[in-house]
């Protein structure tokens, strides 16, 4: 069934309710405090998606402009038009299991296996995606670019579904038993990943800013001893 509740949708005259709050909050940041964190350093990389990524993006790219043009519902709405666009572009099986499960990573996902590779030996390497089917292709990657499968963990709901596993899986991070831990939303918080990560690599980009920043805090944050924290 479905149960009906109060929820807040959203507010009017801002900038009343900060003074309100300003008057019973004090908002300080870590520099305002003092805390010593390293600096994100931010690099974008642009992959070149095959031919078929591409024809299938521009059928959803004339899709997505013929849904502009009305009220369309369902898998016609615009917004599961960009999020079909999004799998395509990260991995053609994330849209298509049956016809496009056994192909290989896509040019994104190699590219990522191939940096993280080279770049383990700085310190661990963090990636971020959302999309729980595609960990299993990440990995496999990652152990083609020469990373052993057993310095990768992968923390979803699906391998890490309590606290207690996923804390094991911190720990070998952290201790370094791990080089590479691949995750999605429940690593976003309350994961502390902080006291090896040199890399935070985002295959995909959640909706909302507040979502990445929390993504970028599992190595940007106090207690990593680093000057810098790479965000791809």
């Known amino acids: 069934g479905v ?3 109060l929820v807040t949708a959203g507010f009017k005259n801002l900038d009343e309710l900060r003074a ?3 008057k019973y909050i004090m908002r300080r940041t870590a520099k305002d405090v003092g805390l010593v ?3 994100a350093e ?3 990389h642009l992959v070149d998606m095959t031919a078929k990524q591409q024809a299938m993006y521009g059928e959803l790219r004339a899709e ?3 849904a502009k043009n009305g009220d369309a519902e369902g898998t016609s709405h615009i917004f599961s038009i960009m999020d079909r666009m999004a799998k395509v572009a990260l991995d053609p099986g994330l849209l298509d299991p049956k016809t496009y499960a056994a192909m290989p990573p896509s040019p994104k996902i190699v590219q990522c296996a191939k940096d993280v590779a080279a770049a383990r030996g700085e310190g661990g390497q963090v990636i971020f995606c959302e999309a729980i089917d595609a960990h299993a292709k990440i990995a496999e990657a990652l152990v083609a670019a020469g990373v052993p499968r057993e310095r990768i963990g992968i ?9 207690a596993l996923r804390q094991n899986l911190s720990d070998k991070f952290n201790d370094g038993r791990l080089d590479v831990i691949i995750g999605n939303k429940i690593m976003e918080e309350g994961v502390n990943l902080q006291k090896r990560t040199a890399d935070v690599r985002h295959l995909d980009v959640p909706w909302d800013p507040a979502t990445l920043q929390q993504r970028n805090g599992r ?3 106090q207690g990593n001893k680093r000057k810098s924290v790479g965000v791809h």
């Open 37 to 39: 964190i390293p600096e």
């Open 42 to 44: 931010k690099e974008v």
């Open 20 to 22: 309100i709050m300003a």
């Open 219 to 221: 190595g940007v944050r």
């Open 64 to 66: 997505l402009e013929e």
């Open 155 to 163: 923390m979803n709901a699906a391998v890490a579904s309590s606290s």
């Open 3 to 5: 149960d009906k509740a």
